[in-house]
């Protein structure tokens, strides 16, 4: 931001490259752009919503499926979308609210859930929920946007899990990727932050709402995230974050 401000500009629109609205995208961004705005004085900023669940990010879901599925019948199919996970129940329920959403019309047995860390159930745990379910044939869905460390160890889950368990027929499906859609809806999103229509999940924020087991969370006061780059010094502390609303 600083070499922009350096060239002449004083108005942005913050897009977060992130699927659900967890502690990164409710606290650590709004804080550092409030950093930046003590750091320039007179620079104003507009901040978007994160991309999911969209349309278009289903459709990509969709597609990533049906490059695995070998011609099988989709009503033979159930799928396991796997999330980050997070400490936030909010950003958890996304997750829930997109497996909810790219069941619904596409014609799979079902549409389970499980995530990578923080939350239960974990890959292990969703897919023994498959089964248990009835599921004869699984395709593992990471509900990603890249690659990158958390999708290959959920890749690795499922390898170990379908090892284990050779009766029940276990694909992995790729990542969203560098998609148009994507591009589109970033783009989406930067038109939103740039008129002010700004949407956020507030109704069941853990900062606003006194969630069982979160209450100490409610009106969290804001704190700069420090990142390497910032004077030398990193202090990672997700316990305290600042609030998007």
């Known amino acids: 931001m600083t070499s922009l401000v350096e060239r002449g500009v004083s108005r942005f629109a913050a897009v977060p490259l992130m699927l659900v609205s967890a502690g990164h995208a409710k606290g650590d961004i709004p804080a550092a752009l409030t950093r930046e705005k003590e750091?320039?004085?007179?620079?104003?900023?507009?901040?978007?919503?994160?991309?999911?669940?969209?349309?278009?990010?289903?459709?990509?879901?969709?597609?990533?499926?049906?490059?695995?599925?070998?011609?099988?019948?989709?009503?033979?199919?159930?799928?396991?979308?796997?999330?980050?996970?997070?400490?936030?129940?909010?950003?958890?329920?996304?997750?829930?609210?997109?497996?909810?959403?790219?069941?619904?019309?596409?014609?799979?047995?079902?549409?389970?859930?499980?995530?990578?860390?923080?939350?239960?159930?974990?890959?292990?745990?969703?897919?023994?929920?498959?089964?248990?379910?009835?599921?004869?044939h699984v395709v593992v869905l990471p509900y990603f946007l890249f690659t990158g460390i958390l999708p290959d160890r959920v890749r690795e889950q499922t390898r170990d899990w379908a090892g284990a368990h050779p009766d029940t027929v276990v694909t992995?499906?790729?990542?969203?990727?560098?998609?148009?859609?994507?591009?589109?809806?970033?783009?989406?999103?930067?038109?939103?932050?740039?008129?002010?229509?700004?949407?956020?999940?507030?109704?069941?924020?853990?900062?606003?709402?006194?969630?069982?087991?979160?209450e100490d969370k409610v009106g969290a006061p804001q704190q700069p995230h420090f990142h390497p780059d910032d004077d030398g010094h990193h202090h990672h502390h997700h316990g305290s974050h600042a609030h998007a609303h």
């Open 172 to 214: 992995s499906a790729d990542v969203i990727g560098p998609t148009e859609e994507l591009m589109d809806l970033v783009m989406e999103r930067y038109q939103e932050a740039v008129k002010g229509d700004l949407r956020m999940n507030c109704d069941s924020c853990v900062y606003r709402i006194a969630l069982p087991g979160f």
């Open 39 to 136: 750091r320039h004085p007179g620079i104003s900023y507009t901040y978007g919503r994160p991309l999911g669940p969209h349309p278009g990010l289903l459709a990509v879901l969709e597609r990533r499926v049906d490059e695995v599925l070998g011609g099988l019948d989709r009503s033979e199919v159930t799928v396991l979308l796997v999330g980050r996970g997070s400490t936030d129940p909010d950003a958890n329920a996304e997750v829930f609210k997109a497996a909810r959403l790219f069941w619904e019309g596409r014609g799979y047995a079902g549409v389970e859930t499980a995530f990578v860390s923080l939350a239960a159930p974990d890959v292990p745990s969703g897919l023994d929920r498959c089964t248990r379910l009835g599921a004869k």
